[in-house]
Nanobody
Framework: QVQLVESGGGLVQAGGSLRLSCLAS????????MGWFRQAPGKEREFVSA????????FYADSVKGRFTISRDNARNTVYLQMNSLNPEDTAIYYC??????????????????WGQGTQVTVSS
């Protein structure tokens, strides 16, 4: 069983930046994908970004492409989400997840079987 703990959320003005971190512990995540999803009030949880741990291949939702960057630190077993040019539409609870996320399911919550508790990101206008 893997445990995921997110950090780095907070309140930021539009145009600002935040960096989210997700620490994985309990078992190796090598060979798995690490993903970020978000859920805004009254909306479905949506895919934001993912990275395949072994290859470093990255995936982004169109809404964040060019503004967000996902990366990993093997030594720290941590994945990061650098978020730049934030806007109020990015306001949500951001969740870290890990799982097999095989081809075709990398952008789907169904591809992940372990989730963190989430961290709140609020962008003011």
């Amino acid at each position: 069983q893997v445990q995921l703990v997110e950090s780095g959320g907070g309140l930021v003005q539009a145009g600002g930046s935040l960096r989210l971190s997700c620490l994985a512990s309990g078992r190796t995540v090598s060979g798995y994908a690490m993903g970020w999803f978000r859920q805004a009030p009254g909306k479905e949880r949506e895919f934001v970004s993912a990275i395949r741990w072994s290859t470093g291949t990255t995936f982004y939702a169109d809404s964040v492409k060019g503004r967000f960057t996902i990366s990993r630190d093997n030594a720290r077993n941590t994945v990061y989400l650098q978020m730049n040019s934030l806007n109020p539409e990015d306001t949500a609870i951001y969740y870290c997840a890990t799982g097999p996320a095989r081809v075709g399911s990398t952008r789907s919550a169904a591809g992940y079987n372990s989730w963190g508790q989430g961290t709140q990101v609020t962008v003011s206008s």
